[in-house]
């Protein structure tokens, strides 16, 4: 799979960025990740993907708002995975889903 973006090819290793999400939230440093999503657009990524599997829906919908908030100023696009109702929640530009995931078109009809 490839992103094409203003014309260029980015592998998808180039532009993604992990959420890692320790059992405690307590240990988990938001601000680091915010900060980091920041350095990333600054310096040109053309998409971050959100990947926070254990994370609470609350919690989740933070951090997504969170990463909107810094992609739309740079008009980066925000990827949210496996959580289309987040995608939409958030007015993410996609979602991206596994094999084990909702079905595409289940996603597509809450897109």
């Known amino acids: 799979m490839r992103i094409s973006r203003g014309g260029k090819i980015y592998s998808p290793l180039s532009v993604l960025v992990s959420g890692l999400v320790p059992a405690s939230e307590e240990a988990f440093c938001f601000f680091c990740l915010f900060a980091i999503a920041e350095a990333m657009v600054r ?12 994370l609470p829906t ?3 919908v933070e951090v997504a708002r969170e990463l909107r908030a810094i992609t739309s100023r ?25 094999q084990e995931d909702m079905p ?7 897109l």
């Open 74 to 98: 740079a008009s980066v696009l925000l990827i949210i995975n496996d959580r289309a109702d987040i995608a939409k929640l958030v007015d993410a530009d996609g979602v991206h889903l596994g």
């Open 43 to 54: 310096a040109g990524a053309p998409l971050l993907q959100l990947r926070a599997k254990s």
């Open 104 to 110: 595409p078109a289940a996603a597509r009809d809450i």
């Open 58 to 60: 609350g919690k989740l």
